[in-house]
């Protein structure tokens, strides 16, 4: 069992930054794919980014690409989702998970393991 926890939400005006981490409880997350999800309010959960340490492979939604940075330190069990040019629909609650196999996937329901979520709300 992966427990997963996630701090750096806040409030944010538009254009401004955050720094999202989520700190994970396993061993090593060498064995993982770790991805950050958000979810607004009335909307489904969608995939914003993932990373896994095989191959250094990071992948992006079209919509936080270029904005969002995702990147990990193994000997701290780390995950950072480094968020620039925020933009009020980028609201939303933000999920850290975890997936036991190593391919960059894109779908909620393929992680094994999810945090509480931390709230990121951008003001106008």
């Known amino acids: 069992q992966v427990q997963l926890v996630e701090s750096g939400g806040g409030l944010v005006q538009a254009g401004g930054s955050l720094r999202l981490s989520c700190t994970a409880s396993?061993?090593?997350?060498?064995?993982?794919?770790m991805g950050w999800f958000r979810q607004a309010p009335g909307k489904e959960r969608e995939f914003v980014a993932a990373?896994?340490?095989?191959?250094?492979?990071?992948y992006y939604a079209d919509s936080v690409k270029g904005r969002f940075t995702i990147s990990g330190d193994n000997a701290k069990n780390t995950v950072i989702l480094q968020m620039t040019s925020l933009k009020p629909e980028d609201t939303a609650v933000y999920y850290c998970?975890?997936?036991?196999?190593?391919?960059?996937?894109?779908?909620?329901?393929?992680?094994?393991?999810w945090g509480q979520g931390t709230q990121v709300t951008v003001s106008s």
């Open positions: 998970a975890a997936d036991r196999t190593l391919s960059l996937r894109t779908r909620a329901y393929d992680y094994d393991y």
């Open positions: 990373m896994n340490w095989s191959g250094s492979s990071t």
């Open positions: 396993a061993r090593t997350l060498k064995i993982y794919t």
